[in-house]
């Protein structure tokens, strides 16, 4: 059992910066792969960013185009989204969640376990 907890959203103007943090519970956590994902107002939820267990990352490049990085600490528990460049777009919940798969990252279907999500919304 893996128990997520998302913070470090909030407020932020157009061309700031958030850092996310997912914590997670457990001691076999560096097993897991575990991704982002951001849900609109009415609409679907969206892949981010993901980083499997093995250290590869992925990312929805049409989305993020190099302003998100995702990166983790196992010491820690604790997977990070730093998000630079921020636009009104990208205005979410954020949700973050764990695999133990390694691959196909960006389907929501592989992750067994999710956090609460965590706001961000970005002013104009």
């Known amino acids: 059992q893996v128990q997520l907890v998302e913070s470090g959203g909030g407020l932020v103007q157009t061309g700031g910066s958030l850092r996310l943090s997912c914590a997670a519970s457990?001691?076999?956590?560096?097993?897991?792969?575990v991704g982002w994902f951001r849900q609109a107002p009415g609409k679907e939820r969206e892949f981010v960013a993901a980083?499997?267990?093995?250290?590869?990352?992925?990312y929805n490049v049409d989305s993020v185009k190099g302003r998100f990085t995702i990166s983790r600490d196992n010491a820690k528990n604790t997977v990070y989204l730093q998000m630079n460049s921020l636009k009104p777009e990208d205005t979410a919940v954020y949700y973050c969640?764990?695999?133990?798969?390694?691959?196909?990252?960006?389907?929501?279907?592989?992750?067994?376990?999710w956090g609460q999500g965590t706001q961000v919304t970005v002013s104009s």
């Open positions: 457990g001691r076999t956590f560096s097993s897991y792969s």
């Open positions: 980083i499997s267990w093995r250290g590869g990352h992925i």
């Open positions: 969640a764990a695999a133990t798969a390694w691959d196909n990252l960006a389907t929501d279907y592989k992750y067994n376990y």
